[in-house]
């Protein structure tokens, strides 16, 4: 995993309980986010179609400069809502998830500690940081390289400004 790669997409925080209501009511739900172990990586161009099937296979990140070996689908987790905090200079995205979700990302996370975990959306891997420890407060901070990195991301996530 490159350098470049690390900064933005595994630097991902736990943030427990930092969190509150802070999406809009009634706004677009998220999407779901899969999570599968990362077997190995290789930098380039990818051209690999969406990984639809839960079984083991090869997925593009979402921008299209690595190709990852996975396994087979750990879960899938929704986050109850995706924001734009209006810290780190716009390059952070904290994600809430609700009970069912916290304890599935805590249960997965506990069992990949050590290991580079995939976050796939439609098929895509959209982060694959090392888990470091379990993450079960129910919150994960996501911060990137560049503001337009953070905003491409906003967008897949359906995120809201934070109130």
């Known amino acids: 995993?490159?350098?470049?790669?690390?900064a933005r997409l595994a630097t991902i925080l736990v943030a427990a309980g930092a969190l509150g209501a802070c999406s809009s009511p009634g706004g677009a739900s998220s999407p779901s986010l899969q999570l599968r172990l990362v077997t190995s990586s290789t930098e380039g161009p990818c051209d690999a179609p969406a990984l639809v099937t839960d079984?083991?296979?090869?997925?593009?990140g979402e921008d299209g400069t690595t190709t990852y070996q996975v396994g087979a689908s750990l879960g899938t987790i929704t986050p109850a809502s995706v924001t734009r905090p209006g810290?780190?200079?716009?390059l952070v995205l904290d994600l809430a998830?609700?009970?069912?979700?916290?304890?599935?990302?805590?249960?997965?996370?506990?069992k990949a500690?050590?290991?580079?975990?995939?976050?796939?959306?439609d098929g895509r891997v959209?982060?694959?940081?090392?888990?470091?420890a379990a993450i079960t407060g129910g919150t994960v901070r996501m911060s990137f390289a560049t503001s337009a990195e953070a905003a491409r991301v906003a967008v897949l996530?359906?995120?809201t400004p934070s109130s």
């Open 113 to 121: 500690i050590g290991k580079q975990m995939a976050a796939l959306i």
């Open 87 to 90: 810290v780190g200079d716009g």
């Open 55 to 60: 079984g083991a296979g090869s997925a593009c």
């Open 157 to 159: 996530l359906h995120a």
């Open 1 to 6: 995993m490159n350098t470049r790669r690390a």
């Open 97 to 110: 998830f609700d009970q069912a979700g916290s304890a599935t990302l805590g249960e997965v996370t506990g």
């Open 126 to 132: 959209l982060s694959a940081p090392h888990v470091a």
